[in-house]
Structure formats: structure tokens, C-alpha cells
């Protein structure tokens, strides 16, 4: 695991050589931080962990939480925040 990710921040490093750190990131650079990202954390979780990690991702429409919070109405954001 150790080398795994000493080998990720040499690469991130490469990635982010004359970038200047006040911007964020974007274009090939942002999908190459991700790209190297996803890689090692999936190589990390399988030789280190002996895992396969999966995420699936959800729209609003396939997520009912009403059991819980006892609406699945959009409220404006004052309101959420007991204001």
C-alpha cells in the first residue's frame, strides 16, 4: 500500500508540474488527477484490502427518503438550515 501510494503522488506530481495551485483544476488535467486517483485506490483496495469496490449513482427520482426526513420535497435552502 505504501508504495502504491508513494508511486500515486509521484504521478499526481508529474500531472500538477506547472500548474498553478490559486487555480482548480480542469481539462485533461482534472480527468488525469481522477484517472490516476480511481486506478490506485481500486489497486490499493485489491492487494492491500482483498476487495473490489463498486459505487453505483443514483438520480433524485430513484431515492425516497421519506422514511426518514417525511418529505421527499425540495425545500429551500434557508429553511434546511433552521434559520
Known sequence: MVVLAFILCI???LVLLSHNSNKPL???RKFL???LFNIFWRLIAIFT???WHR???L???EVDYTAYLG?????PI???LGN
Open 26 to 28: 480542469a481539462g485533461v
Open 11 to 13: 504521478l499526481v506530481k
Open 59 to 61: 438520480s433524485r427520482n
Open 71 to 75: 418529505t421527499n420535497e425540495e425545500i
Open 55 to 57: 459505487h453505483v449513482k
Open 78 to 80: 434557508d429553511d434546511s
Open 49 to 51: 484490502f482483498f476487495t
Open 33 to 35: 488527477v481522477n484517472l
